[in-house]
């Protein structure tokens, strides 16, 4: 068992982290009401409202001229529609894309109404709720403060998670769940109860019903389990619970495959 490195982090250090924090979080929200609605997000406002692409363009493109208002209503919810017309059209026209983000898209568009800024901003807040998670994660992994803050420096700087931040796809939430899972994962290894098996298989389902890449992270621990056991063989029990999760997996999963 590791134990924390402690020791007074330095104020400058604190002040870094604070200003890096800052400025991750402008990063992420500058500009994203002039930034175009490119083709990707057009089909998440389709897939949350719960139309179908084709009955959208049964109606637009038609030879002739159309006018904001009846371009407009496709940008609100279906009248009528439910949670199950989101599904429903991820089902039937784009089951490459689990359903998970576009569910928790529509009950938040919902709320905060539907325009590229509050679709943006959902991305936004998946990105910056990852910065507390990779802070735990390097402390788990390396029991060290100053190793967490640096991770959380990177990630909250990190280009490509800003462009994800800022674009109304499900890949900041891919980042946030796949951090989670290696954290759940680390804690079961660390300390085997149910608690912490139930916890990992569950953000791993969340983790499938995301995005397919997710499974790319599910291989990654299946080595390094294998590459655990052979160091570590007094602990097989966890190959053990880990199939059971994966086998949990895969039955919850069943529904969307």
């Known amino acids: 068992m590791q134990a924390t490195i402690n020791y007074k982090t330095p104020n400058w250090l604190l002040i870094l982290l604070a200003i890096i924090l800052t400025l991750g979080v402008v990063f992420r929200l500058a500009n994203i009401d002039k930034k175009i609605y490119w083709h990707d997000e057009s089909y998440t406002t389709i897939r949350t409202t ?24 496709f940008q609100q919810l279906k009248p009528e529609s439910n949670v199950f017309d989101t599904i429903k059209s991820l089902a039937k026209e784009d089951p490459q894309h689990p359903p998970l983000y576009f569910i928790i898209s529509r009950y938040w568009e919902k709320i905060f109404g539907f325009s590229p800024v509050s679709s943006r901003s959902l991305a936004i807040f998946f990105s910056l709720l ?15 403060k100053l190793t967490a ?9 990190s280009p490509v998670d800003i462009i994800f931040a800022q674009m109304s ?7 946030l769940l796949t ?3 290696q954290l759940m994962l680390l804690k079961c290894l660390k300390k085997r109860t149910l608690v912490n098996w139930s916890l990992y298989t569950f953000s791993n389902t969340l983790g499938l019903y995301t995005h397919l890449f997710f499974i790319l992270n599910l291989f990654a621990q299946a080595a390094f ?5 052979v160091m570590k063989p007094e602990r097989k029990n966890n190959l053990i619970f880990f199939l059971l999760s994966g086998l ?8 969307w495959l």
């Open 149 to 157: 803050i640096l991770a959380v420096i990177l990630l909250a700087l």
């Open 50 to 73: 719960g139309y179908q692409a084709k009955e959208i363009a049964d109606t637009i493109f038609q030879n002739r001229l159309l006018s904001t208002t009846e371009l407009g209503k």
């Open 225 to 229: 389990i294998l590459w655990y056991l």
């Open 248 to 255: 949990t997996m895969i039955i919850l999963y069943i529904p």
């Open 169 to 175: 796809r499900q890949y900041s939430l891919l980042v």
């Open 179 to 181: 951090i989670i899972s």
């Open 130 to 144: 990852s910065l507390p998670f990779i802070y735990y994660l390097s402390l788990e992994l390396f029991a060290a």
